[in-house]
């Protein structure tokens, strides 16, 4: 007898809530909800268990659980840091994205299979033996029924580590296979590892399929070329690996004051880089050279804002510089996780497809000069960024001039980073910038919450780095909020606007 994957009781009704609720209702109902006082996170969880079992993947990764499951650790932390005015905003939009997938012909709805008949008398090296080959040989189905055992037998950092026999490999084809697995597992940091096979089932039927060959969606035949290559090149980032005499033993995991200097270096180095693809061996010699992984990855963090900030890109999904950054420092805290793994990590930061590829929109200072900064009151270039990024007529991502990838900034994108960076380098609040972000962002719901990503990647990246370096961050989430939250369509924000103001 075949029987569905189903929860307790509590939890059923909120993620059939999810699953059943028109369209048109979704909104207001869980307006509703919230009003009566449904637990937020509860309905996050219900979000992300409705769109894990009742959604398809997408050819490319845009749709069904992808990016509603990447997106949940950021919506929990956002929650968290707005305050009561505005912390049901990103709750709402993970509601009604997951919803929308669901209801969506191309993504569901589908259902998950109950596994009743797995033998789980066997020992954890065995399940995860089973998990690594599945995924080689393209087993979709046996991933999924070897990650439901090894959620019961082995820790999180023990699947991640077999995960990225195959996602590391592959990051050059897709980030995403890359992303999804950590986001996944950052997901259920948030809403509780007991809801592991389900979460996980659908990111081991994406580890476990064929890459693409062909054109199709945003993949245009040269970078589908590009990323077989780099993918049939991975041995080179190994070999980077044997040529720097990168041994456990040989390179810290951790950083401290003593490597501010190193630090300092890499990030100028990365940073001003004019093609992207070029920084795996400045990685691998730095780390030969004996900084640490934490200190490596600060320094790629720094750099990447600083590649970020020079970029005159208008595309709302470009935000993996951040996020992959905030995934590799998250990985390298695994003791599970291998050193080679962790270095192969940091080294291939830069291939990664949606990083490399901007390379031709490089096209800015990543600064500014003091005298064309804003001397204003704190206050004063608060209410300028808002106010300007309100003011952007953005772009409508279902009508668009170009390919996404060639949009270019529009002039208030860059005035409001140069206010930013008037507010960093002036010593000014910057929970109070990046609340105002935070808040902003919300207003976005065509990028699938990647606006929300950057944003808790570049909150927290600005949080672990040091001074004088961090600020990139806070004025890379001012950019990217004035890149996202104009952009169009905003199919729930009024409606969104108007049910809380009734």
């Given at each position: 007898m075949v029987r569905l994957v189903e929860f307790d009781a509590a939890t059923e009704q909120l993620v059939r809530f999810v699953e059943d609720t028109p369209r048109n209702e979704i909104i207001d109902k869980t307006v509703t909800l919230l009003g009566n006082g449904t637990d937020p996170k509860a309905l996050i969880t219900a979000a992300a268990l409705a769109v894990s079992r009742s959604t398809e993947l997408p050819a490319d990764h845009h749709g069904g659980p992808i990016h509603?499951?990447?997106?949940?650790?950021?919506?929990?932390?956002?929650?968290?840091?707005?305050?009561?005015?505005?912390?049901d905003l990103p709750v709402l939009q993970c509601v009604a994205l997951a919803n929308?997938?669901?209801?969506?012909?191309?993504?569901?709805?589908?259902?998950?299979?109950?596994?009743?008949?797995?033998?789980r008398d066997v020992e954890t090296d065995r399940v995860l033996a089973r998990l690594e080959k599945a995924m080689t040989d393209r087993e979709p189905r046996l991933a999924e029924r070897a990650v439901t055992l090894a959620c019961e037998?082995?820790?999180?950092?023990?699947?991640?580590?077999?995960?990225?026999?195959?996602?590391?490999?592959?990051?050059?084809?897709?980030?995403?296979?890359?992303?999804?697995?950590?986001?996944?597992m950052r997901a259920l940091d948030a809403i509780g590892w007991q809801w592991g096979p389900t979460l996980m089932r659908p990111v081991l039927r994406f580890l476990s399929r064929h890459a693409s060959f062909?054109?199709?969606?945003?993949?245009?035949?040269?970078s589908i070329t590009e990323g077989i290559d780099l993918y049939k090149r991975f041995h080179e980032l190994e070999e980077l690996v044997e040529t720097y005499g990168l041994e456990e033993g040989k390179v810290?995991?951790?950083?401290?004051?003593?490597?501010?200097?190193?630090?300092?270096?890499?990030?100028?180095?990365?940073?001003?880089?004019?093609?992207?693809?070029?920084?795996p061996e400045m990685v691998a010699r730095a780390l030969g050279s004996g900084l640490s992984m934490e200190g490596t990855c600060e320094a790629l963090s720094v750099g990447g804002g600083r590649i970020f900030l020079r970029s005159h890109s208008n595309n709302p999904f470009d935000v993996h510089i951040h996020t992959g950054i905030a995934a590799r420092r998250y990985l390298i805290g695994f003791p599970e996780v291998s050193f080679r793994h962790k270095v192969l990590a940091l080294i291939g930061w830069a291939w990664s497809y949606e990083v490399r590829y901007l390379d031709h929109t490089l096209q800015?200072?990543?600064?500014?000069?003091?005298?064309?900064?804003?001397?204003?009151?704190?206050?004063?270039?608060?209410?300028?960024?808002?106010?300007?990024?309100?003011?952007?007529?953005?772009?409508?991502?279902?009508?668009?001039?170009?390919?996404?990838?060639?949009?270019?900034?529009?002039?208030?994108?860059?005035?409001?980073?140069?206010?930013?960076?008037?507010?960093?380098?002036?010593?000014?609040?910057?929970?109070?910038?990046?609340?105002?972000?935070t808040?902003?962002?919300?207003?976005?719901?065509?990028?699938?919450?990647?606006?929300?990503k950057l944003q808790q990647a570049a909150y927290e990246e600005y949080q672990v780095c040091r001074e004088p370096l961090r600020w990139v961050h806070a004025v890379s989430a001012v950019k990217q909020c004035a890149v996202a939250a104009p952009t169009k369509p905003q199919r729930f924000y009024p409606e969104i606007v108007q049910r809380l103001a009734a």
């Open positions: 509603p499951i990447a997106g949940i650790y950021a919506v929990t932390a956002m929650t968290d840091r707005l305050d009561e005015s505005s912390h929308k997938h669901i209801h969506l012909p191309s993504m569901g709805p589908t259902a998950m299979v109950q596994f009743d008949d797995l033998n037998k082995a820790t999180p950092g023990q699947i991640l580590n077999s995960m990225l026999t195959v996602s590391l490999r592959r990051n050059s084809l897709d980030d995403h296979y890359f992303l999804y697995p950590i986001y996944a062909d054109a199709f969606g945003e993949f245009t035949e040269d810290p995991q951790h950083t401290g004051e003593h490597e501010a200097q190193a630090i300092a270096a890499l990030a100028d180095e990365v940073g001003a880089v004019s093609s992207i693809a070029s920084i800015w200072d990543w600064q500014s000069d003091a005298a064309e900064l804003s001397t204003a009151s704190p206050d004063a270039i608060l209410g300028q960024i808002e106010d300007i990024i309100l003011g952007i007529d953005g772009y409508d991502v279902t009508d668009l001039p170009v390919a996404i990838n060639e949009l270019v900034a529009f002039d208030g994108v860059r005035d409001a980073t140069r206010l930013a960076e008037a507010y960093m380098k002036a010593g000014h609040d910057p929970e109070a910038l990046f609340h105002l972000t808040r902003l962002v919300c207003r976005e719901d065509a990028s699938e919450m990647h606006a929300y």
